[in-house]
């Protein structure tokens, strides 16, 4: 699972811009950028990017925290 910093990073910077606060809209974030990045040849075909929908959704208290932190909530 060597790019789920950057899918991180990068799911950070997405939702930031529309801006995302909920779990849900994050949920389909995730899998839009994770099938992006299949689809793009990063994430390998025979990689299960289940295991990074998962790892990456358990990641939404991080990013609202941040937001939190931050006052853009």
Same mark, same amino acid.
């Given at each position: ?5 950057? @899918?991180?990073?990068? @799911? %950070? ?11 849900? #809209?994050?949920?389909? !974030?995730? $899998?839009? %950028? ?7 040849? &990063? ?11 998962? &790892? !990456? ?7 609202? $925290?941040? !937001? !939190?932190?931050?006052? #853009? &909530?």
């Amino acid at each position: 699972m060597e790019h789920i910093t950057e @899918l991180y990073n990068d @799911l %950070v910077e997405r939702a930031r811009r529309v801006p995302i606060a909920d779990k849900e #809209a994050w949920d389909d !974030l995730v $899998q839009e %950028v994770v099938e992006e990045y299949r689809t793009e040849g &990063v994430i390998s075909d025979d990689e299960p990017t289940e295991d990074f929908e998962d &790892v !990456l959704s358990e990641k939404f208290d991080e990013y609202y $925290q941040r !937001l !939190l932190d931050e006052g #853009a &909530v």
